[in-house]
């Protein structure tokens, strides 16, 4: 059976760092797009990073330059270290994988972690 679990969520403060990391079994990553997402109180599911089969990595905008996802291989992990946190980054961040071709659509993943709680103070 497939299972994704995030960990490394916490409350910081505004400018502090958080690494979140994916680990998967019964995947393997490398075979498929991995994604992070996010779901603020209110709102609905959003993309937040993802990197494709190539390791070609996206962002969306509100966190470009502030985060980074990685993949590694041979662990079938993937990560997300954040900085310069911000309020409006609190939310439920959840891994992703699944599809071949992408690694940044809601609806073309197949598997899903629980998810882990960032919050960001000021």
């Known amino acids: 059976q497939v299972q994704l679990v995030e960990s490394g969520g916490g409350s910081v403060q505004t400018g502090g760092s958080l690494r979140l990391s994916c680990a998967s079994s019964g995947l393997s990553i490398v075979y498929y797009g991995t994604g992070w997402f996010r779901q603020a109180p209110g709102k609905e599911r959003a993309f937040v990073s993802g990197?494709?089969?190539?390791?070609?990595?996206t962002y969306a905008d509100s966190v470009k330059g502030r985060f980074t996802i990685s993949r590694d291989n041979d662990k079938n992990t993937v990560s997300l270290p954040m900085k310069s946190l911000k309020p409006e980054d609190t939310a439920v961040y959840y891994c992703a994988a699944g599809s071949r071709w992408s690694s940044t659509v809601v609806s073309d993943m197949r598997y899903w972690g629980k998810g882990t709680l960032v919050t960001g103070s000021s």
């Open positions: 990197i494709n089969l190539s390791g070609y990595s």
